[in-house]
């Protein structure tokens, strides 16, 4: 099964850049979707299709996607920004397709 | 504005069945294909099944199948999830969500509140 690997945690001051990367075998090759979850929150989608920003999130989100690892940025990162990040991808490698979650990054913002 | 609310969640004895239900407003619920997606306690989210905007087309994470069935009545806008034979490793909150984008390629963009399904002896 199709698996993603996220590092566990990434610890940022405010106003500073961060990167969260996902890794996969051949993920440049998928549409990479990224969401935040807030304690006590259901996640919401931050970023779909590797790039692409739902209306409402702030430009300071961005995505990029290529060969082995996607990234999430966020750019002058706030205290609103802390909580876990996950990505997601579709596998269709079997004989059905399996929508696949990375384990997930905690955001801690110093 | 999109809600989707499920409900059906409890406590429930290894080995028994529970119905979950997802009642869809403010989208055209027969255009979209659907999906379950769980998270476990302090756990992330486990993507649990799809159904496609007809029904026609459905598939299961390795780990329900053969025990849980998904479903849909586009006449009542209504999204289910049959689970049998749970198991203690199935507790969860249990969310409905929208599945946009192209299909089997897409993203979830609009989550329920989700429904415990606590599984216990």
């Known amino acids: 099964s199709y698996v993603l690997t996220q590092p566990p945690s990434v610890s940022v001051a405010p106003g500073k850049t961060t990167s969260i990367s996902c890794g996969g075998s051949n993920i440049g090759s998928k549409s990479v979707h990224w969401y935040q979850q807030k304690p006590g929150q259901a996640p919401v989608v931050v970023i779909y299709?590797?790039?692409d920003r739902p209306s409402g999130i702030p430009e300071r989100f961005s995505g990029s996607n290529s060969g082995i690892t996607a990234t999430l940025t966020i750019s002058r990162i706030e205290a609103g920004d802390e909580a876990d990040y996950y990505c997601?991808?579709?596998?269709?490698?079997?004989?059905?397709?399996?929508?696949?979650f990375g384990g997930g990054t905690r955001l801690t913002v110093l | 504005q999109v809600q989707l609310v499920a409900s059906g969640g409890g406590v429930v004895e290894p080995g028994r069945s529970l119905r979950l239900s997802c009642a869809a407003s403010g989208l055209t619920f027969n255009y979209y294909s659907m999906d379950w997606v769980r998270q476990a306690p302090g756990k992330g989210p486990e993507w649990v099944a799809v159904?496609?905007?007809?029904?026609?087309?459905?598939s299961y994470a390795d780990s329900v199948k053969g025990r849980y069935t998904i479903s849909r009545d586009n006449s009542k806008n209504t999204l289910y999830l049959d689970m049998n034979s749970l198991r203690t490793e199935d507790t969860a909150v249990y969310y409905c969500?929208?599945?946009?984008?192209?299909?089997?390629?897409?993203?979830?963009?609009?989550w329920g509140p989700g429904t415990l399904v606590t599984v216990s002896a």
């Open positions: 159904i496609s905007y007809d029904g026609k087309y459905k």
């Open positions: 299709n590797d790039s």
């Open positions: 969500v929208r599945d946009l984008g192209q299909w089997l390629m897409g993203y979830f963009d609009s």
């Open positions: 997601q991808v579709w596998d269709s490698s079997g004989d059905h397709a399996h929508a696949v």
